[in-house]
């Protein structure tokens, strides 16, 4: 089992920064892929960005070259540096965590506002 703490959310006005923390506990020598979602009103949940253990990104199209995932695997802590934030970014954001052993963990979501 993982357990997932996020924090970092908050309102911000549009083309400012906010930096999101997701810390894990729990099983965590089993943790491989971690990543952030984020659900708007009305929309379905989508991939933001997501960090193997190696180190690898991914990135969905709408935040590359403004957010950037990272990771601590000391802290078992992974980060996400959101710059130029847009209207459009508002939503729930989720921490997500996927085992070596295929095992999906979700944390409670922090909300993002950014006002134009």
């Known amino acids: 089992q993982v357990r997932l703490v996020e924090s970092g959310g908050g309102l911000v006005q549009a083309g400012g920064s906010l930096r999101l923390s997701c810390a894990a506990s729990g099983s965590i020598f089993s943790i491989n892929v971690m990543g952030w979602y984020r659900q708007a009103p009305g929309k379905q949940r989508e991939l933001v960005a997501v960090?193997?253990?190696?180190?690898?990104?991914n990135y969905a199209d709408s935040v590359k070259g403004r957010f950037t995932i990272s990771r601590d695997n000391a802290k078992n802590t992974v980060y996400l540096q959101m710059n130029s934030l847009k209207p459009e970014d508002t939503a729930i954001y989720y921490c997500?965590?996927?085992?070596?052993?295929?095992?999906?963990?979700w944390g409670q979501g922090t909300q993002v506002t950014v006002s134009s």
């Open positions: 960090i193997t253990s190696g180190g690898s990104t």
């Open positions: 997500n965590v996927n085992t070596l052993w295929g095992h999906e963990y």
